[in-house]
């Protein structure tokens, strides 16, 4: 496993979850001549986006993210999500949230299995950072906070070999390895089976500084060649015309990690049939966590910096909605797997109690994925409360 995993992680993932916002909010968006007031506007729009970006790439919540460390668990994860999609006036509801992290989690697996050689993984990053820079062109602060996570890339990765990067490429490979949720667009584009899982394909550019197969070389003691020999490859193989930029700006070339919802396309924010995947990931956590307290103190770090916004004075925060109708968010609501409802976790433990503090005042009112059937009573250990995670 990689320690060098993490940002990466995050910061694709935080780039889809973006992308898919910024379409639905385009499609549920009216005139602000013609809106009501509980009905989305434009400028509702670029205020979300700017309030999460802005929280996103919070200097501090930055730092605590660049240092080494292990990658923790999918619900751990799935936690600073759910904190940060509420980071502005915006609010979802359980199934649209399920859903939200469902396509999330989906479309980076596919660019990571895509990825004509390892380090590509920080281009399509790159890309992720590029699309977010465009959502906030208008913002010179937030683009400040950006760049400087842009630099912070640049000076921890460009310098990793090959083979560190291909670490981290299996560390993301084995977080996504059980995920085999269906969604539209894939399925649409043929690039994923009935089943969940991905098509990948047997033609297209190959890596950066290779060859194209087809051409089997053969040598004397003296490296002389003495002999070439050719083979079908059963695919049709290009030589890329030139290596995408590594800078801060430039031309990346690879298109993995580009926004796939900028064109209008109405089934691109479904997933199918994820509800029995669900389930049978649910039971992923249950052994209790020998990490359990290093996550602990991972989360209470990471999300120190993570305030959800709550709508002052007469402000209503708006709901989003992740699905077509109100009627499939709620049918999607009741099929949910009972063992991953979520719940209000209340902290009250009596030891340590400049820690219980700090805890309390970070997860005061923080939903954590935690099965009913084993709900918390006071005064339980707070490892034990945090297991689930």
């Not at 040598?219 to 015309?241: A, I, L, M």
């Not at 099929?335 to 005061?364: D, F, H, M, Q, W």
Request: charged fraction near 25%; include cysteine; charge should be negative.
């Amino acid at each position: 496993m990689s320690a060098r995993t993490l940002p990466l992680l995050f910061l694709n993932l935080g780039g889809e979850m973006l992308y898919i916002l910024d379409q639905r909010l385009r499609a549920q968006s009216i005139p602000g001549e013609k809106a009501r007031k509980d009905e989305w506007t434009d400028v509702d729009r670029k205020r979300v986006m700017n309030d999460i970006i802005t929280t996103m790439f919070n200097k501090k919540f930055m730092e605590e993210l660049f240092k080494p460390q292990e990658l923790y668990s999918k619900k751990a994860l799935r936690t600073v999500y759910d904190r940060l999609a509420h980071a502005s006036i915006m609010r979802l509801n359980q199934a649209s949230m399920d859903k939200l992290y469902d396509l999330m989690t989906m479309a980076f697996k596919y660019q990571v299995l895509l990825c004509p050689q390892p380090k590509d993984i920080l281009l399509v990053t790159f890309n992720h950072l590029d699309a977010i820079k465009d959502f906030i062109c208008d913002s010179p602060g937030i683009l400040n906070q950006v760049d400087e996570t842009f630099r912070q890339l640049i000076e921890m990765y460009s310098c990793l070999s090959a083979g560190e990067f291909q670490l981290i490429r299996q560390t993301l490979l084995i977080f996504f390895q059980d995920m085999h949720i269906r969604v539209s667009i894939f399925l649409k584009d043929k690039v994923q089976n009935s089943n969940g899982r991905f098509v990948l394909p047997i033609s297209g550019p190959v890596p950066w500084g290779t060859e194209v197969p087809g051409l089997i070389r053969m040598f004397n003691r003296n490296g002389d060649e003495v002999k070439r020999t050719e083979f079908s490859t059963g695919g049709n193989y290009v030589t890329p015309q030139r290596e995408g930029s590594f800078e801060l700006y430039g031309d990346r070339v690879l298109k993995l990690g580009t926004n796939m919802y900028s064109v209008s396309r109405p089934a691109e924010t479904h997933t199918s049939g994820s509800s029995k995947t669900l389930a049978s990931s649910a039971k992923e956590n249950i052994v209790p966590n020998p990490l359990a307290k290093e996550e602990l103190n991972f989360l209470a770090r990471l999300l120190g910096g993570l305030e959800i916004k709550k709508p002052g004075g007469s402000e209503t925060g708006f709901r989003l909605n992740l699905f077509t109708t109100d009627e499939e968010e709620e049918q999607a609501a009741l099929t949910r797997p009972e063992e991953l409802s979520y719940k209000v976790v209340n902290i009250e433990a009596t030891e340590e109690p400049a820690r219980r503090a700090e805890l309390e005042r970070i997860l005061g009112d923080l939903e954590v994925a935690e099965p009913v059937a084993e709900s918390c009573g006071k005064g339980e250990d707070l490892l034990a409360l945090m297991d689930g995670l």
